[in-house]
């Protein structure tokens, strides 16, 4: 009974220990804060978790917080995380010119700073920067229509075309990039004619969507139908993000437009699942691909170089200066998938599965 009971004691305590070990960071392993913006949009749901994966594979513990796109739960998140003492800070802002104070303290309690994927505005706090080439998520864009429909030659073959443009958000410094890099291309269009804009709204002020909210894209989609598009169809839906995609689809359903007769051309960002399915369905045109394993993968060399003193990948010394400081920045390669390439690109990729799509 004696021997029973020891067994019994030791069992516990052994278990106790496991339990222990398994719910808290092991001793001296260090800890990695990750402040992710939003789950509202898938990306940010698979950057998150491979992030985590990645840096727990290499034997760090990770704090995953989201903010549902509420600017003052990010800074509380961070604020919670340099508490805690957490030895570096992975962010993905969802304003990002208002963490600057957050950030200098993160400093001061000597906690590096990695930015993923938006630049982090106006601070001297931030190490590195992972992201994928914004300028060129816009010009993958904008060359997908120039090649699809044809805007080259539209000119000599006298043929214009209506578009309508969907940009991101004012206070991601991404957007503004991918607007730079859109109408590097599409400009000439909109100046000799081929592209005709009848809303008149082609300015970055009179396009970006605060917060990329695909309500608001779909509610401009509606007016714009509706005010300027009763006799003319829109052509092109210029849109910089698979949320507005969703938005402008139903707008366009709403409107009557029909897949395969008069429906527009419609770009995205990300390819999402569902914006993958709806271009599988040709409800929506393209996206861009843009594969989170890559980049969590570059933001984790970026965190061990921090803690760990080594030299990560640049490939950007140049483009990315936030107002302090030019942040040293790998930029990751925006690819445009259609009905053409998503097999190839996105099923052979290992990104979704053909059973994910439905196939
Ligand atoms: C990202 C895009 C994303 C958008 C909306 C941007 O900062 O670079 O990939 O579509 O945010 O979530």
């Known amino acids: ?16 220990l496991v339990f222990a070990g398994g719910s808290k960071e092991k001793a001296n392993q260090k800890v990695v804060g990750v402040a992710m913006p939003t789950q509202s949009s898938e990306r940010w749901i698979n950057d998150g978790a491979n992030i985590k994966k990645q840096l727990e594979a290499k034997g ?20 919670n995380l340099i508490a805690k003492g957490v030895d570096c800070l992975v962010v993905a802002a969802i304003d990002s010119t208002a963490l600057v104070n957050t950030l200098a303290s993160a400093k001061q309690n000597g906690i590096p700073v990695i930015a993923y994927d938006r630049l982090l505005m106006d601070t001297d ?34 043929k214009s075309y209506t578009i309508e443009f969907f940009m991101g958000s004012p206070d991601d410094n ?7 890099g859109v109408m590097e291309v599409l400009k000439p269009y909109l100046d000799n004619g081929v592209l005709v804009c009848k809303t008149g709204r082609t300015s970055f002020e009179d396009t970006c969507i605060l917060r990329w909210s695909q309500e608001t894209a779909q509610q401009w989609c509606e007016n714009y139908l509706a005010g300027f598009y009763a006799d003319e169809k829109l052509d092109i839906a210029c849109s910089a993000f698979d949320g507005f995609a969703y938005g402008i689809k139903a707008a366009c359903e709403g409107a009557g437009y029909k897949v395969g007769v008069d429906w527009p051309y419609i770009t995205g960002q990300d390819a999402e699942l569902m914006a993958t399915k709806n271009i599988i369905a040709g409800s929506q045109s ?40 030019v942040v040293p920045s790998y930029l990751c ?18 990104y979704y599965t053909a059973a994910q799509l439905g196939l």
């Open 60 to 79: 760090y513990a990770v704090e995953l917080q989201y903010a549902e796109d509420d600017v003052q739960l990010q800074v509380s998140q961070l604020e």
């Open 333 to 350: 390669t925006p690819v445009a998938v259609d009905q053409s390439n998503y097999k190839e690109v996105i099923i052979d990729g290992g």
């Open 125 to 158: 706090a931030v190490s590195y920067y992972a992201t994928f080439d914004n300028k060129g998520v816009g010009t993958v864009i904008a060359k997908d229509i120039e090649s699809k429909m044809g805007l080259k030659t539209a000119k000599a073959e006298g």
């Open 286 to 325: 393209s996206s861009i691909y843009k594969d989170t394993r890559l980049l969590a993968s570059k933001c984790v060399t970026m965190v061990e170089a921090v803690l760990k003193g080594s030299q990560p990948e640049i490939n950007d010394t140049t483009q990315y200066n936030n107002g302090k400081l």
């Open 174 to 180: 991404n957007a503004l990039f991918l607007y730079n």
């Open 1 to 16: 009974m004696k021997k029973f009971i020891l067994c019994l004691l030791v069992l516990t305590m052994v278990s106790g």
